[in-house]
Nanobody, 125 residues
């Protein structure tokens, strides 16, 4: 089991920044990738960014490329999502998740094994 706790959401004006964090605990030695997804009511959960736990390779959705940066601190078992130049369409509940299998997709929710409780990000225009 892996437990994930997100923090850092909130309300920000368009053009502003927020940094989300996700602290992992439990059986983290099996984690292959950590990712961020977001979801708005009535829509499917969508991929935002991911990072490989060992090598630090990063992956981004086109909609956030150049604005968001994912990073990790292995010593703290924590992954971060720095969000800059925020837009109202970035408003969503943001979830972090862990992926332990190399066979499943890193871009879709079914590929991930454990999820955090989510943190609300609201960007006002």
């Amino acid at each position: 089991q892996v437990q994930l706790v997100e923090a850092g959401g909130g309300l920000v004006q368009a053009g502003g920044s927020l940094r989300l964090s996700c602290a992992a605990s439990g059986r983290t030695f099996g984690v292959y990738i950590m990712g961020w997804f977001r979801q708005v009511p009535g829509a499917e959960r969508e991929f935002v960014a991911a990072i490989s736990w060992s090598g630090g390779t990063t992956y981004y959705a086109d909609s956030v490329k150049g604005r968001f940066t994912i990073s990790r601190d292995n010593a703290k078992n924590t992954v971060y999502l720095q969000m800059n130049s925020l837009k109202p369409e970035d408003t969503a509940v943001y979830y972090c998740a862990t992926k332990t299998s190399i066979r499943t997709s890193k871009y879709t929710p079914p590929g991930y094994d454990y999820w955090g409780q989510g943190t609300q990000v609201t960007v006002s225009s």
